[in-house]
């Protein structure tokens, strides 16, 4: 039987070796040290459970990227409490779904979302607790004072016996449907990342906290600034990673990714590891900086991590332009399955976009879970630390997680095709899959050729019911500025790149594709914006 991990044991063993003086949090021109955050977070957990929240209770956390955020998940983990993500973008009825459905007991929230609590508060009686943090707009005169939570207090370890059985929900919102809470327990999420190594870059896991604690001292703590929101799991991760390693978490100000304000702060605080989701965040990077090639340091830079959509080779190697020592570390993942493969581009090992190698518990199954051979598609599925499940789910998470020749499986829905040396092509989620006139289409094989184009700056393509073709593949493009949408010559230049039938029947542009911060696309908006256009 392994170690029994559990977040909040390890940071508490990271509090106590962590130099008081080292910062813990930037925000803008705030900075919280390690001295201070380790007693903010300590009177957080103290206080909430002296306010008679239950170890297991859910806690949400309703906010952009700021300290706060990092500060409540660490009180989380101490305190034995359950985080639930809030997808700040939600209108009223899904924000009353999700706290309802995650029976939250307590909200962290932001004061710039107090109309919206509000709103909602009198039909939530499950959550015992509201705490706002104050954020310059006029709040609620009814909630808790964040600050009051994390003031008060010796700000001492609370020294309560944990389990690794403690978990850690992210929702997400698929494809169809409300949201879904995944279900992590901590030793499964924190195995499944490493166990403090990195299994990307081949660096081990640590055998118990004494080994890690260790470790971390003979390492430089590193200084990580995650760029999508922290109410993504590949945000969140990124901060949890910092917190957890001793290091320094760097958040952004702005409510929408901006490139300026991110290489600024790479370069004022020497940022070693940054993680953004695929071309949405890199290329804007790149065209920065290759707009303005003396005005950001970003030396300090080691890692850029990314999950959750494609990242194109051309956008990677204009990064390495810039700083040739970097590794650009591509994840295969989602919040139902972590690790089901990764590729890793230097400047001396290039890779093609959406090859990656498989995870070491990985393998490809039909749909009728039968495993696929060279040169044939299906459905990737990883083994061994896995989700406990969605939460109040039992149908889709049998349907997600079954049980294969005896072993239990996550199966999140992605498309791959089995390659002779072994690595996997990404073809799409299928629930996205184009069928038109007999043949499938996965839609981000397309958007990527389109992409190339360099009169493009994002694509999107979806399947429009079409009486000939059964589905007509039709994409929206996202100009590059001053660009022009000529048609016919993008469909020909398309024709060069992809077989006959994957090339687009319609093309269209518009002004912004509308990506979610964390980049993801909304298809059903762009869908809509299709059929709204004259025939």
């Known amino acids: 039987m392994g170690y029994a991990w559990n977040y909040g044991d390890i940071q508490d063993a990271v509090d106590a070796v962590v130099p008081a003086q080292r910062i813990a949090l930037v925000h803008g021109e705030r900075s919280i040290t390690w001295g201070d955050y380790v007693k903010r977070t300590n009177n957080l957990a103290a206080n909430l459970l002296a306010d008679g929240v239950q170890p297991g209770d859910k806690i949400a956390f309703y906010m952009r990227n700021r300290a706060e955020y990092s500060e409540g998940i660490n009180a989380a983990f101490k305190a034995r409490l359950t985080h639930v993500n809030v997808n700040y973008r939600y209108v009223a009825h899904e924000l009353t779904y999700l706290l309802d459905n995650s029976d939250a ?13 509000a709103a909602i508060r009198d039909q939530l009686p499950g959550v015992k607790h509201w705490v706002e943090v104050a954020d310059g707009n006029p709040g609620n005169a009814n909630a808790t004072a964040y600050e009051s939570l994390v003031t008060a207090g010796a700000g001492t370890p609370l020294e309560i016996q944990r389990s690794p059985d403690d978990m850690l929900f992210l929702y997400t919102g698929g494809t169809t449907g409300m949201p879904k809470g995944v279900m992590w327990r901590h030793e499964d999420l924190w195995c499944v990342l490493g166990a403090g190594g990195n299994p ?4 081990p896991p640590s055998a118990n906290l004494e080994e890690y604690v260790a470790r971390l001292q003979a390492e430089a703590a590193p200084v990580n600034l995650p760029l999508p929101p922290l109410m993504h799991g590949t945000g969140l991760l990124s901060a949890v990673g910092a917190m957890s390693h001793g290091g320094t978490c760097i958040t952004l100000t702005g409510k929408s990714f901006d490139p300026v304000e991110a290489l600024a702060a790479i370069d004022r605080y020497d940022v070693t590891a940054t993680t953004i989701v695929g071309d949405a965040f890199a290329r804007p990077l790149v065209e920065q900086l290759d707009a303005n090639p003396n005005s950001y340091n970003i030396n300090s830079l080691r890692l850029i991590n990314s999950s959750g959509v494609m990242w194109t080779k051309e956008v990677k190697a204009g990064l390495l332009r810039h700083n040739s020592e970097l590794m650009l570390s591509d994840g295969f993942s989602s919040s139902e399955a972590i690790g089901l493969g990764s590729s890793i581009m230097t400047k001396d090992d290039t890779v093609e976009v959406a090859k990656f190698a498989l995870g070491p518990h990985c393998k490809v199954f039909s749909e009728t879970h039968q495993e696929v051979g060279v040169g044939e598609s299906g459905m990737v599925a990883v083994a061994g630390h896995l989700p406990v499940g969605y939460y109040k789910d039992e149908a889709k998470t049998e349907r997600t997680f079954p049980l294969i020749n005896g072993v239990r499986y996550s199966i999140p829905g992605d498309f791959v095709q089995v390659e002779a040396d072994g690595s ?7 629930s996205n899959c184009i069928n038109t006139a007999g043949e499938k289409v996965f839609p981000e094989e397309v958007e990527e050729a389109l992409k190339h184009h360099d009169q493009v700056a994002d694509a999107l ?17 996202e100009l590059q500025p001053n660009g022009e949408l000529n048609e016919p010559a993008l469909r020909a230049f398309m024709r060069e790149r992809l077989a006959a039938y994957k090339v687009p029947k319609r093309i269209y542009a518009k002004a912004s594709l509308g990506r979610a911060p964390n980049g993801k696309a909304d298809y059903a908006a762009i869908r809509a914006f299709v059929d709204a256009q004259p025939a």
């Not at 996997?424 to 299928?430: D, E, F, I, M, V």
């Not at 393509?461 to 493009?477: L, P, R, S």
């Open 105 to 117: 007991a307590v909200v962290i929230y932001a004061a710039e979302f107090a109309p919206q609590v």
């Open 200 to 203: 990307r870059i081949g660096l």
């Open 424 to 430: 996997l092509t990404l073809l799409g989620r299928g």
């Open 461 to 477: 393509v979806v399947g429009v019911e079409d009486a000939k073709w059964g589905q007509a593949i039709t994409a929206v493009v």
